[in-house]
């Protein structure tokens, strides 16, 4: 029995996490390695794997340390290094040398390995440097502290470097969950303080363990401006103080919280209390939390909204917007904080300034937020500029096509040439549209083998934690590609399906590759009208395709043994979750809403009974939320008190 020595610096916590993975996953391929650890100063063995981030400064020459990841695998029969241009790096080669020897990571919970490795097997000559600078994925939905922890635990696996907890705390994403949300059937958790704040805890510690960059906060700065907690997208019972009113925007006349929610509800940016109160709390919330990489400064969210007053009628929003983003500079750099801001194109703010520029680029990274964008198609290899309306204000109708969106972008590229990111969400909403996964994984792809083209240096994605019904294609996609824009979306499908599948591969990619091309993402997310002949004609067909063939597809899966209890149990509940919304939806789409809405409550009625044995695959309140305010069904609730 040889023993393999893992020599690295115990002081380092990710690199020592990495050397615990590496041994861990090895051991479970392999019971007879044997493993001893050593600092990097001690005498080692014949066969060591230096685990450490001593490339050659050439390698590295112009990297941004805290974002760019750089790593180096080199190992002949157990023996050599892997190195990284930092600690986060490290782990990214481990996981990348875990990966060609024939690990793959399906899903936060399934990891499918190869039979048996032996020490010549640990051979491999690898280098990469990643293709994009951020690479990350936004926390949406409704989600348990295991589900988000799971979640932290699978990114780097992936090949992603951030995750990004919004608002000043992610109490909404939990509370959503813990309180079971739209699911009757299940009792609500109280949630003390002290959970929450070990939640928190437990969040920011995962990500550290792993050097995984911190995207933070985003929406609530108006909230937490004027004393009011940015806990979410919740009501205000009070009416504003006469203090407090005369610094919320002019709308029709009057200072009020837009539909009674201060989240959506904009200040009044010509105000000077209201600029410096905005700015002080920033500048606060980066002091008390210096662990924070990235810190997005966005306005309210929700569009049309905008103040109305004599003085900001003088005015453009984003260029009042450009104004507050470098008052905040100006008082960070005074107080010498480093942290990166974040600023926001998205719904007004598409529009860029028309006096107002950056006076410190450097601080700022530009984040382009196309949300009513269409997924029937990816972005252009390169910008094609077609005309857009004028802003009025009050009156902005939000782009949808492509070509319209990527124009607000290139105009907004020509006075801002800083760092920047796509923000995208294919799987925050559009993805329940894609009953298959393989479209909507297909239009992403393209979308990221672009990013670079469009002069974007990253991709995040804004999207709920839980999507994996009917597998976890997109993500694996999705984090495989950002990380190494030269790999092909075929080439990725074929890996996943393969080790998910196995033997069946080629005939479950058909089936759900056929699911998706009678899918309609864009008709889920609100695009179009809702009585659409050729949208029911297409789920008819769908609905019956599925009849027809998932179940002897599912018995010949059972029969064969080739796919994993857990992805044959993901088939078969996939199956009756397609078969009653496509149900729903013929009905929606035909017109007839009292038999939609009544079809639908079964379909809700399904998955919230099923939620204990879904629930790390599909989030239950997402659906039904996305299906009831994009879609256009009635839940069960509201046909109940109208009856």
Known sequence: MSTITLCYSPDCETISFAAAELER????????FAFSHASESSAANDCTIHLNTDLDPELSSGLDSRADDLFLISLSNGKGSIQGSNPRSVLLGMYAFLRRLGYHFLLPDETVMPHQLSLADLTCSYSHRASLRHRGVCIEGADSLENVLDFIDWLPKLGFNSFFLQFKEPYIFLERWYHHTLNPTKDPMELTEAFLQDCYKKMHEAMKKRSLLLHAAGHGWTCEAI?????????????????VQRLLALVNGKREYIDRIPMNTNLCYSDPEAIDRFCNTVVDYVKEHPETDYLHIWLADEYNHICECESCRKTTLSDQYVHLLNLIDQRLTQEHLDCKLVFLLYQELLYPPVKERFQNPDRFVLMFAPISRTFRESYPDRIQEVPISEYRRNQMVLPVTIEENLTFLAKW???FDGNSLVYDYPLGRAH????????????LAGDIHHVKNLHLDGYISCQELRAFLPNGLPNYVMGYLTLDTEESFDSLMDEYFQAAYGSMADEVKEYLTRISQLSDCDYFNHIGPRTNPAAAWKYQQLSDYVSGTAEDLLNRAKDSHQISDRFQKLLTFHREYVLLLTDALVSLASGDADAADEKFSLFADFVRKKEDFIQPYLDVYRIQEVAHRYTGFSLPEERTSQN
Do not use: C, R
């Not at 996953?25 to 007879?32: G, I, M, T």
């Not at 009011?228 to 006469?242: C, F, Q, T, Y």
């Open 227 to 243: 004393g009011l907690p940015s806990i979410g997208w919740v009501p205000e019972k009070a009416e504003p103080s006469p203090k």
């Open 25 to 32: 996953y090895l051991k479970a391929v392999n019971p007879a």
């Open 432 to 443: 329940y549209g894609d009953f298959g996964y393989v479209s909507i994984s297909k239009v």
């Open 413 to 415: 590229q020509k006075i």
